[in-house]
């Protein structure tokens, strides 16, 4: 079965902070792929990052980056800096490829409120 | 341009009173996927399409139907909505599942209220 759990429900931040957001799961496949989507108040579904099992590589994006450690089933978002238009929903989500290929899980969403 | 165009957007119906809900993507997507988002519980899957004619459940695909009998579309089809079904529904689409390139284009979503 597949799990994902991001723990922080809401993260509130003053502009320029950082925020770091949690998502732990539980998967029994070694090769599966996980995400992270934005949705902001528009609604949208905004794909961010994909990685997969096999690439335990951190990755930076602009502002963002993400740390993958497989030992502690654990893939965080960082947002450094953050801005007023990084106020969203953040989701992360895993798909397993060996077993259950086609089957996704999100975790239930960290809402982050980015004040000026 | 690439999209995943879902209708209608927004939906009030009474219960049991069956009613579809349309996805179609223009990607030539092989994979497709229906989510419901209710506050606190993040997108659950209620189905997914691997390709035309093969379709299967997701984590809560009770009191929904769907088919796969064109690439581009995959209608979610609600029997006999009840109130429990409000929420609000996205269409997903990718080449595949998941893989080294693929990731999910979302629809922009329907919200559906069943009285």
């Known amino acids: 079965a597949q799990k994902v759990t991001q723990a922080q429900t809401e993260i509130s931040v003053v502009e320029k902070e950082d925020v770091t957001l949690d998502c732990v799961y539980e998967?029994?496949?070694?090769?599966?792929?996980l995400f992270w989507y934005k949705q902001p108040l528009s609604g949208e579904l905004v794909f961010l990052i994909r990685r997969n099992s096999f690439d335990e590589q951190n990755e930076i994006s602009g502002r963002y980056s993400w740390n993958f450690q497989k030992s502690t089933s654990s893939f965080n978002f960082t947002i450094t800096a953050s801005q007023v238009v990084d106020s969203a929903v953040y989701f992360c989500?895993?798909?397993?490829?060996?077993?259950?290929?086609?089957?996704?899980?999100f975790g239930a969403g960290t809402q982050v409120v980015v004040t000026p | 341009e690439a999209q995943v165009t879902q209708n209608p957007r927004y939906l009030i119906t009474v219960t049991g009173k069956k009613l579809t809900v349309t996805c179609s993507q223009n990607?030539?997507?092989?994979?497709m996927s229906w989510y419901r988002q209710d506050p606190g519980l993040g997108l659950r899957q209620i189905y997914y399409?691997?390709?035309?004619?093969?379709?299967d459940k997701g984590d809560v695909p009770e009191g929904y139907k769907v088919s796969r009998k064109e690439k581009r579309n995959f209608p979610l089809i609600l029997e006999s909505p009840s109130p429990n079904q409000t929420s609000l529904y996205f269409c997903?689409?990718?080449?595949?599942?998941?893989?080294?390139?693929?990731?999910?284009?979302f629809g922009p979503g329907t919200r559906l209220t069943v009285l």
């Open positions: 997903a689409s990718s080449l595949k599942p998941s893989g080294r390139i693929d990731t999910q284009y």
């Open positions: 998967t029994r496949d070694t090769t599966y792929y």
């Open positions: 399409s691997m390709n035309v004619e093969v379709t």
């Open positions: 989500a895993l798909s397993e490829v060996t077993d259950s290929w086609g089957k996704f899980q």
């Open positions: 990607m030539n997507h092989e994979y």
